[in-house]
């Protein structure tokens, strides 16, 4: 019953903010439509230069095959090779195809194909490099299955859970996760500091609340917010982008409430840390940026070095970017993630157990 009240004034004390409102629950909808169109990793229309310098018709379907996809842009056909160097320092070409007439015997009379990138964002480069050689490779079976010469060996990739390999179906579950984040840390992390720093914090203290209703009571409207504006991100998500979700939608608020309550252990903690809101707001930006690199958002957890990945276990975000890819991609239910969720569990029992026993000298100050 005590806890109603405290969870109560924290309610009319968030909505009595006006303005804090629309940060609340426009701008992150506003977020997920910008970044789901910004962060990406698909490549589309890369300025490429041709210099073709082969005499065959075999160099000039393959121009034309690369200008009729949409992941390149030709942007000039030469016919006099130049300084590359110069042409990709400028930044306004990204790669450069050269074409030549192949010396020897040559029963097919295909060119050679010269590929070169600048290499600056090595993520496009190599993806690049993978589809201009993926469409030579294709005009070549093309050209010596008319000659009943196939190939005695062709691989045929089969991608099960993101066929189209759209960037946004694993990229839009992670933004979500992302701006979930962002929002509950922030808001969290300043409660208790604001408590004390308007000298409320003494209200409280003389009440019969325990520290852990205390905490409990700072956090579950937050949280209750949070979880709304998970929903509303989710939607956008599925309705806006067309993002699908194959498994069950009661594993994915069970994984956000979990979540919560890890990442709101963290943000209390925080709280009794800092001394002053500007505190507060540098540690929880300090600790949210931490969180995004090791989050597995946008690059591999595989690829962070051993010593380092004791911090990326733990992190909140990684374990729920995990468990909603496998929730929307995969249709995964509990049994494949259940060891995340019991770990997002003994983060929140381990911080929030630290942030009870910190709660002493946090008033003491």
Do not use: C
Request: net charge positive.
């Amino acid at each position: 019953m005590r806890l109603r009240h405290l969870v109560k004034k924290e309610f009319i004390e968030i909505f009595r903010q006006r303005e804090l409102l629309p940060l609340i629950f426009i701008a992150p909808l506003i977020q997920i439509v910008i970044l789901g169109y910004v962060v990406k990793t698909d490549i589309e229309r890369i300025p490429v230069e041709v210099v073709n310098l082969s005499d065959g018709i075999h160099a000039r379907r393959l121009v034309q095959r690369i200008d009729t996809t949409p992941l390149f842009d030709v942007m000039r056909i030469s016919r006099r090779k130049g300084n590359d160097i110069d042409t990709l320092k400028k930044g306004k070409i990204r790669a450069i195809l050269i074409f030549r007439d192949r010396p020897g015997d040559n029963p097919l009379r295909l060119p050679d194909v010269e590929i070169i990138l600048d290499g600056v964002d090595s993520n496009t480069s190599l993806i690049a490099a993978g589809y201009f050689n993926g469409i030579i490779k294709t005009y070549l079976l093309d050209q010596t299955a008319r000659l009943g010469r196939g190939m005695p060996v062709r691989s045929k990739p089969l991608i099960r859970f993101n066929p189209s390999l759209r960037s946004i179906n694993t990229m839009g579950p992670g933004i979500v996760a992302l701006l979930l984040t962002i929002l509950t840390l922030f808001l969290t992390s300043v409660s208790l500091v604001r408590e004390k720093e308007q000298q409320t914090i003494d209200t409280l203290l003389i009440s019969p609340l325990t520290p852990l209703e205390i905490y409990v009571g700072k956090a579950m409207p937050l949280a209750i917010i949070g979880l709304v504006d998970m929903s509303l991100g989710i939607a956008v998500v599925m309705l806006w982008f067309k993002v699908p979700l194959r498994g069950n939608v009661l594993y994915l608020v069970l994984t956000a409430v979990v979540f919560l309550a890890a990442l709101l252990s963290y943000a209390l903690l925080i709280s009794t840390i800092a001394s002053t809101q500007q505190q507060a707001m540098f540690f929880s930006w300090f600790s949210m940026v931490t969180f995004i690199l090791l989050s597995g958002l946008f690059t591999p957890v595989e690829n962070i070095p051993d010593g380092m990945r004791i911090l990326a276990d733990i992190s909140p975000l990684r374990y729920l970017i995990q468990i909603s890819r496998e929730i929307f991609l995969k249709g995964n239910g509990i049994a494949y993630f259940y060891e995340d969720l019991l770990a997002l569990g003994a983060i929140a029992a381990v911080v929030t157990t630290v942030s009870t026993l910190n709660f002493k000298r946090f008033i003491s100050r």
